[in-house]
């Protein structure tokens, strides 16, 4: 059996404390080249629940409008709770993505540019910060800001469609409605009532304006950063935010 105990540990191998220039460099290459990748990877996973949600509404709005019965509305609510569960997911996507897309953009502005213009870098301690990123990786964008906006970008289009499509159903199918009555007897959903039912779509889409425009005004008040950016890897930003398997 070898006895290693008398080798020179890993440190004292690598030398790390005398790194020279063109290995620091030939390094940072190998080291962006992997963020780089991370970041497009979970960026195309951002675009697949996007493109889910949208076949699936699509899917469903092209079978109510082409049966005539009364019944077909109900799919218009459970799409519209499948598209929530899509949200919320490409917002835990949306926070992965952040991570590995600041550190690219770090070492993009500056390692790179000052490469380029012979510019000094924007920060002068980015390789610490970078190294206390890698150290123990954290989320740089809350959850809350993170479904705001996946909602303000994307999804408010897809909700604004399904509630429009569900109004236009109640009022339109199977022959065009003559009062508020009607209307509210069309919204019945089995034993629920209409005016449960409608009571629920208010607040589930009431909810959602409110997140909207709650997370929208935080962003602006507090000034919050693009994704991406490098400056969300301070140390301000990385209080309670690791990282939930």
């Known amino acids: 059996m070898t006895d290693n105990s008398s080798l020179p540990g890993i440190a004292q191998r690598l030398d790390l404390e005398h790194i020279t220039r063109a290995e620091f460099i030939n390094a940072m290459v190998h080291l962006y080249r992997g963020e780089l990748g991370e970041a497009t990877a979970w960026r195309s996973r951002i675009d697949t629940t996007s493109h889910w949600a949208i076949v699936l509404s699509a899917t469903a709005l092209t079978f109510v409008f082409s049966d005539q019965s009364s019944e077909r509305h109900v799919l218009i609510p459970i799409i519209s709770l499948f598209c929530t569960f899509l949200m919320l997911m490409e917002a835990r996507r949306y926070r992965f993505f952040d991570i590995w897309r600041s550190r690219a953009r770090l070492i993009e502005i ?34 809350w800001e993170a479904v705001g906006r996946r909602l303000r970008r994307n999804y408010q289009w897809i909700y604004a469609i399904l509630l429009g499509s569900w109004v236009m159903v109640l009022m339109s199918h ?35 304006v409110a997140l909207g425009i709650y997370t929208y005004w935080m962003s602006h008040t507090e000034k919050s950063l693009p994704a991406g950016h490098p400056g969300r890897l301070s140390m301000e930003h990385h209080k309670g935010q690791h990282i939930e398997a």
């Open 110 to 143: 500056n390692l790179y540019r000052p490469m380029l213009d012979s510019s000094k870098a924007a920060m002068p301690e980015w390789a610490e910060t970078l190294a206390h990123d890698m150290e123990w990786p954290h989320f740089h964008m809350s959850w």
């Open 174 to 208: 199977p022959t065009t409605a003559t009062s508020w009555d009607e209307i509210v007897s069309r919204a019945s959903i089995g034993l629920v009532p209409g005016q449960f039912v409608i009571a629920g779509m208010l607040v589930f889409y009431g909810a959602l």
